[in-house]
Structures are given as C-alpha cells and as structure tokens.
C-alpha cells in the first residue's frame, strides 16, 4: 500500500511537469508561436528548471498577512489533490472501499476552503476577492457537480472505483447514452478547477492574480501542482465514469482544459453563477429519473 500511495505520487508529479510543458506549447501554436524549446531537446526540461527555480527562491510574506493559515493553505491543497489521486485504483486496492467515490467528493469540497483561506490569510483585497469568488463559485457547481454524477452512479450501480473499474470492460462506453451530462460535467468541471473561461478567482485584468497574488517561490508552486493535479483528477474521473477505461477520452479532456484558456474570453460573474443555477443543475435533475429506471431495466 506504501509503495503504491508513493508510486501514484511521484507519477502525478511527473505529470504534472509535462502537463505544464504541453500547455505552453498548445498555447504557443495556437498564438502561432513555439513556446519553450531551448531547455533540453525540444523545452522537454524546462518544466523541471522551472521547479528548481520556484523551490530555490526566497519565500516572502506580506507583513500584515496572518503568518501560519498563509504558509499551510498551499500545503493543504496539494495534500488534498493527492488524497484524491490515492482513492484510485492502482496496483493495490489497499486505498479503496465500496464508498470511495463518496470520499472523492468529500475532498473536493474541501479544497475550495483551502483557496479561501489563501485569500484570506493574506491581508490584501484582491487575494481575499478572489477567494470569496472561488468559495462562491466552487460551492455553486458542487451542487451540479454531484447531481450530474449520480446519474452515471445509478447506470453503474457502484459508488466503488473497483466495481466501476471491473463492470466497464463488460458494458463499454457511456459517452453517447449521456451525451447531454458529459457536456454539463466538462463544464462542471471546468469552472472546479477555476480553469479558462471560468478563472474569476485568479482574474488577472480585475484582481492581479486573484487569491494567490501575495504567494511567491515555494507557495506559488505549491498552489499550481495542486491546480494541474485536479485537472488530471478530474479528466481520469470523466474517463472512469462515462468510458470506463478509454484512454483517448482522458487525452482528449485535458486537452480541452488547454484548449479553452486559448480560445474563450473570461465569464462575466453573474452569467458565471447563472450558468450553474439556471442552466447545469436543472438539466442534471431532469436527467435522474430517466438514468435510475434504466439502471434497474440493466
């Protein structure tokens, strides 16, 4: 069990320095640009010159900030991230139970509290408006968040990783049969991870940086691995619960989390919660019903 929570880890780390690299020459091709290429061949070590430097800076702190929720709050969220990651299956099912899924949501609520103290414990008005927006935004599409999943949850019949992950081989992919809540969940997830168009909590034209303006060195990075793991996270959950194991379909949802900070203009904040309340969670409930009748007909 050690050596697998270890394993996943280390593995999410890598990842996540390559998911930087990739989104910065998506980014570039789409401005028609190269993007990073001169460390390593083709840029390909330029995501770990970037860690070597964030972790070899001094670390500052604002002085009027409140000194340990400020230096806690990035190690929390990447903790949180890799909770998340340690829920799924992978070489040892040491990690899982028959409710795994119910604990997954349980971390992701609390992650948005780790962002809100960041803001917060920083003393400065654009930290602490960015993070009563992402409270705001984060705990409104919780709500669709959860109710678009127990659609799939009732096809599947589970609320355990394992069980989904054995059941998947037999009955394929759910993607076309739940075409309508896989579009509502990539949205969904979209505006969770506080990702373009829905990245009010770090608006660079309105709040500097939004939350995390006052964070430099050690605790910026922090905060981004944790960002890019929940991507990851919520892109292999996509993958589990609506295609089992597809592979292509993980590749293709990162992708567009990369894709859309390229080509989509920031949300207004009232279309923003409009979109959740008006829009996502009415389509998700109507969707139930229909789900859970064809989950007992299965």
Known sequence: MILSVFLQVVLV???VAFLTLLERKVLGYIQLRKGPNKVGFMGLLQPFADG???FT?????????????FYISPIFSLSLSFMGWTLIPFFSYALTYSYSIILF???VSLSVYMVMTA?????????????????????????????ILLSPLFMWGSYSYQFILQISFYTGSLVFMMLPLCLSWLITILAETNRTPFDLAEGESELVSGFNTE???????????????????????FMLLFSGFNVFLFTFVVYVFLWSRGSYPRYRYDHLMSLSWKSLLPLS?????FYLGLGYLL
């Open 52 to 54: 070597i430097k964030l």
């Open 57 to 69: 800076k001094e670390m500052t702190h604002p002085s009027m900030s409140n000194t340990l929720p």
């Open 285 to 289: 409930i109507s969707f139930i019903p």
């Open 215 to 237: 964070y430099s060195s050690v605790g910026f990075a922090l905060i981004m691995l944790s960002e890019y793991a929940s991507i990851l996270l919520m892109s292999f959950m």
């Open 119 to 147: 803001g917060w414990s920083s003393n400065s008005k654009y930290s602490l408006l960015g993070g009563m927006r992402a409270g705001a935004q984060t705990i409104s599409y919780e709500v669709s968040l959860i109710i």
């Open 105 to 107: 949501l349980c971390v």
């Open 13 to 15: 780390l890598v990842s």
